[in-house]
């Protein structure tokens, strides 16, 4: 009697859903990398001379309306592809550093998951600097951005963006999947923002900020071309009669 049997050595083309998971998973890796820089040189209070809320809605009311919307709007789809970015280049590294990346993911997804709350907040800012402000609206919103919640998301936010891509960059460097100087570059791009955070004033941090996220998006480009790399693991069905 007759049997078939897959020949071990034989493989399929790629199915189609799975280049359509790679292009996904690399287009979140670029837009969740890009849209914090674009965020960031277009964050109005970082053109300011100090920080904190009266500052931000000070600026909001001063800018143009472009710079405002295109803050927000990098915001808004930050929020939803920056922890997916995050989660994949973990997700890459996982196999040859598996220790490396989940501490990563989770570090990393600790502070990026409530992004769209600070969206909210600087879309509350924006609008009270275009309706024009109260004595009682700005003490609401100073209360609103310093109460226990949102402290607690604003140093998990801080935090997770400069450990995650720490730990991310360690664990691509262990894991070879893209070259050592992206990894480096990767994983050192947040770290001044944070060591020279009481140290320099507000308009120079600001600018140590913005270069800090234009090189986490250079550091990310090979990463996301590493997951269109990546092949597929499905077998195919080459048939061979055995008895």
């Known amino acids: ?39 960031a040189v277009s964050n109005p209070p970082y053109f300011s001379a100090q920080g904190g809320v009266v500052a931000a809605i000070t600026s ?24 997916l970015a ?17 501490i990563a993911a989770v570090i990393s997804l600790l502070g990026t998951l409530p992004i769209a709350v600070f969206t909210g907040e600087d879309s ?16 609401m919103a100073q209360r609103f951005n310093g109460d226990w919640v949102m402290t607690f998301y604003n140093t ?13 960059g360690l664990a691509l460097w262990r894991a070879r999947v893209i070259p050592r100087w992206a990894a480096a570059i990767f994983g050192l791009s947040r770290l001044p923002a944070i060591l020279l955070y009481a140290v320099v004033p507000y308009h120079v941090l600001s600018i140590i900020v913005i270069i800090g996220f ?8 090979p990463a996301a071309l590493a ?15 055995t008895t």
């Open 60 to 83: 909001n009311a001063a800018d143009s309306d472009l710079m405002d919307q295109t803050h927000i709007i990098a915001e808004v789809i930050g929020a939803y592809t920056l922890p």
């Open 214 to 221: 234009g090189l986490l998006f250079v550091g990310g480009i």
């Open 124 to 139: 509350l800012y924006y609008d009270i600097a275009r309706m024009g402000s109260s004595p009682q609206i700005i003490e």
């Open 156 to 168: 998990m936010f801080a935090l997770s963006t400069v450990l995650g891509p720490v730990f991310l």
């Open 227 to 241: 997951i269109l790399k990546e092949k597929d693991k499905v077998g195919a069905p080459n048939l061979s009669p």
């Open 1 to 39: 009697m007759s049997s078939l049997e897959p020949l071990s050595g034989a493989k399929e083309p790629p199915l189609l859903i799975h280049r359509l998971q790679r292009l996904f998973i690399a287009a979140c890796i670029i837009l969740g990398l890009f849209t914090p820089l674009i965020a």
């Open 86 to 102: 995050f989660l994949a280049i973990a997700w890459l590294a996982m196999r040859r550093a598996p220790w490396l990346a989940s």
